[in-house]
């Protein structure tokens, strides 16, 4: 009986701790969101006279495209690259004193980190196309 009772009080204590984590993650992922958008739109447009002058000497249109989906590519591994380790650690470390209070075992996310390692691929993927059409149009016509 008086494990029911431990176990309710945990209950009642985690659920709140969820909601405002998870409303504190969308919150960040938005504003990552937004940031990485506007940071690979304004690379784009800065970088416009660049790519005219690449299709002046022979670049074809596949073939800039080819190289921008190769940035995003290789944009989204250096993220990765230093943004994983970051988030494990901070993880573990955000996850120690949850674990003094509260007897729960901490296991690595892979599910979320499966998750958000598609998403950085298809976020700075599908950026650059939101750019182009804009580049385009302001140096050719």
Known sequence: MFGFIKRERLNIAIVPALIFMYSFVV??????????????????RMRSREFAILQSVGMTAAGLKQMLNLESVLCSMKALMYGLPVGIIVSIFINLPI???????????WLAI???VLAVFLIT?????????????????
């Open 99 to 109: 674990r003094s209070v509260f007897p729960i075992p901490y296991a690595l996310p």
């Open 114 to 116: 499966v998750l958000c």
């Open 27 to 44: 919150l960040l992922m938005l504003i990552g969101f937004t940031n990485v958008i506007r940071t690979m739109s304004t690379n784009v």
């Open 125 to 141: 993927w599908s950026t650059y196309p939101l750019c182009r059409p804009s580049t385009a149009k302001a140096e050719y016509h």
